[in-house]
T-cell receptor, first 113, second 110 residues
Framework: SQTIHQWPATLVQPVGSPLSLECTVE??????LYWYRQAAGRGLQLLFY??????ISSEVPQNLSASRPQDRQFILSSKKLLLSDSGFYLC????????????FGPGTRLTVT | GQNIDQPTEMTATEGAIVQINCTYQ??????LFWYQQHAGEAPTFLSY????GLEEKGRFSSFLSRSKGYSYLLLKELQMKDSASYLC???????????FGKGTKLSVKP
């Protein structure tokens, strides 16, 4: 069966510090991978998605970046966090035949202070 | 442009039926999705409609009318554990990815 892991579960970081969130998927090959952010009172906002190794597309320009060094690994990074980066970060995957039926990881709750 | 609207909050009684509506305006329609999200947790996929009509899955049903840009999620025999946010989503955006509504927070009261 397929599983998706995200870590850390919670994170408190000062403004201006770097960020690295990792997501890994098990039990499937060549998944589409997504990073979302959910801020308080707002909907899920797609940040990045990837259809393959090294292929990253950005939906929203910001101070975040993403990388996919391996087929089932997706990393979200920032060099300098802003207060507005606080939120619930979710990684998700789906596959071509079932595109849209996304499976979400447990999420990382990030608080920038 | 792309837009998905759903009510912000709803309240219903345990054992009752509740209907959560969603209207959408997205380019290149390719299906309407419903997700459930309990507080502090990740969303989980509930249903997918690509053709008009009603899809039933146990206590949950989802309806789609493509001509009206309208969908609803019907929850029957409500249980306390159904208290959650329900997210409507459809394809759109610059790259044709899923766009989510802000969610409807459903509170089930005894």
């Amino acid at each position: 069966s397929q599983t998706i892991h995200q870590w850390p579960a919670t994170l408190v970081q000062p403004v201006g510090s770097p960020l690295s969130l990792e997501c890994t998927v098990e039990g499937t090959s060549n998944p589409n991978l997504y990073w979302y952010r959910q801020a308080a009172g707002r909907g899920l906002q797609l940040l990045f998605y990837s259809v393959g190794i090294g292929q990253i597309s950005s939906e929203v320009p910001q101070n975040l970046s993403a990388s996919r060094p391996q087929d089932r690994q997706f990393i979200l990074s920032s060099k300098k966090l802003l207060l507005s980066d606080s939120g619930f970060y979710l990684c998700a995957w789906d596959t071509g035949p079932s595109r849209g039926e996304q499976n979400f990881g447990p999420g990382t709750r990030l608080t920038v202070t | 442009g792309q837009n998905i609207d759903q009510p912000t909050e709803m309240t219903a009684t345990e054992g009752a039926i509740v209907q959560i509506n969603c209207t959408y305006q997205t380019s290149g329609f390719n299906g309407l999705f419903w997700y459930q999200q309990h507080a502090g947790e990740a969303p989980t996929f509930l249903s997918y409609n690509v053709l008009d009509g009603l899809e039933e899955k146990g206590r949950f049903s989802s309806f789609l009318s493509r001509s009206k840009g309208y969908s609803y999620l019907l929850l029957k025999e409500l249980q306390m554990k159904d208290s959650a946010s329900y997210l409507c989503a459809s394809y759109g955006g610059s790259q044709g990815n899923l766009i989510f509504g802000k969610g409807t927070k459903l509170s089930v009261k005894p």
